[in-house]
């Protein structure tokens, strides 16, 4: 069974940038296609973005789209989410997904293993 951590997040001002790191071990992460997903104190769990086993396909939703970048390298078992001209709403604690499946999906229950999540926090 695939075991993933994240890291990279921490404070950062309005406008600024983050990169957040999904590491896999136990399997390699060429066997599944990832998921990026959110969750503010108060809110149900977001989908931020998600990419295919093989790279090749990505999506986000509007809230995050032409901001953030999701991107993969299989070579060293890591999944990242790059975050520009981050604001405020933007706060929550990241969590990254893996199901074994060529195709990501932009539904939690779609994802059988998780992170443990990373705190963002973006100050006005």
């Known amino acids: 069974q695939v075991q993933l951590v994240e890291s990279g997040g921490g404070l950062v001002q309005a406008g600024g940038s983050l990169r957040l790191s999904c590491a896999a071990s136990?399997?390699?992460?060429?066997?599944?296609?990832v998921g990026w997903f959110r969750q503010a104190p108060g809110k149900a769990r977001e989908f931020v973005a998600t990419?295919?086993?093989?790279?090749?396909?990505?999506y986000y939703p509007d809230s995050v789209k032409g901001r953030f970048t999701i991107s993969r390298d299989n070579a060293k078992n890591a999944v990242y989410l790059q975050m520009n001209s981050l604001k405020p709403e933007d706060t929550a604690v990241y969590y990254c997904?893996?199901?074994?499946?060529?195709?990501?999906?932009?539904?939690?229950?779609?994802?059988?293993?998780w992170g443990q999540g990373t705190q963002v926090t973006v100050s006005s």
């Open positions: 990419i295919s086993r093989s790279g090749g396909n990505t």
């Open positions: 997904a893996a199901r074994s499946s060529p195709s990501g999906s932009a539904y939690y229950t779609d994802y059988g293993y």
């Open positions: 136990g399997r390699p992460f060429s066997s599944y296609a």
